[in-house]
């Protein structure tokens, strides 16, 4: 049974070794460190910059095993009506078995749930074909835009793919609101 919980500095191990070559490592966190490869310092030092908001969380989904997946959520509006998703990654291992489907489902309902968001948004790049799928298995839906953001990483311009989880939507699914079976 998969089940999640707040991030601890003990985790970061486990994160910071499934991020994979530079390619993986970019499409997972886009340009927000420097330097790869990161160690776990680096990872519990960024998360400790956030240590005192009120609107930052980070997330790890644990099964009997331990750790097997992470991503954070964190508020972009002062009304705490948005929370947006990110650093979603799931242990190499155990990608295509369901587990980020679940940690999705799991967090979604903590976000509607406890912290009472109305919409979730999450960032997908073009080339992260297995990640969209996923998020759009777990309810997330395509947003339209008039232009998509753009980054430059390793010498390309990658485009970022906006999808979004309203709560209304969520309410309706209610297969999507029971969580995972693991």
Same mark, same amino acid.
């Given at each position: ?6 991030? %601890? ?6 994160? #910071?070794? !499934? ?7 970019? %499409? !997972? +966190?886009?340009?927000?460190? =420097? ?5 776990? @310092?680096?990872?519990? /030092? ?6 005192? +908001? ?8 644990? =099964?009997?095993?331990?750790? #097997? ?18 650093? #979603?990654?799931?242990?190499? %291992? ?7 489907? @679940? ?6 309902? !903590?976000?509607?749930?406890?912290? %009472?968001?109305? /919409? ?12 969209? /799928? ?8 395509? #947003? ?13 311009? !990658? ?22 079976? /693991?």
């Amino acid at each position: 049974m998969l089940r999640l919980r707040p991030y %601890k500095a003990c985790d970061a191990e486990a994160v #910071v070794s !499934w991020t994979g070559d530079e390619i993986a490592f970019r %499409k !997972w +966190s886009a340009d927000r460190f =420097d330097t790869y490869p990161i160690t776990a @310092e680096d990872l519990n /030092r960024h998360y400790d910059a956030m240590a005192y +908001s009120d609107s930052f969380y980070e997330m790890t989904a644990f =099964d009997a095993g331990g750790p #097997v997946g992470h991503m954070i959520m964190r508020f972009t509006d002062e009304e705490k009506r948005t929370l947006r998703f990110g650093f #979603v990654i799931v242990d190499s %291992k155990k990608r295509g078995m369901g587990y980020g489907r @679940e940690m999705l489902t799991l967090a979604v309902r !903590w976000a509607f749930g406890i912290l %009472k968001a109305e /919409r979730i948004t999450l960032g997908v790049f073009e080339n992260n074909e297995p990640a969209y /799928r996923c998020y759009r298995a777990a309810g997330f839906r395509d #947003v339209m835009q008039e232009e998509s953001e753009t980054f430059r990483i390793l010498g390309e311009d !990658w485009n970022c793919l906006e999808l979004a989880l309203e709560r209304s939507e969520w309410e309706t699914q209610p297969v999507r609101k029971e969580g995972g079976s /693991r």
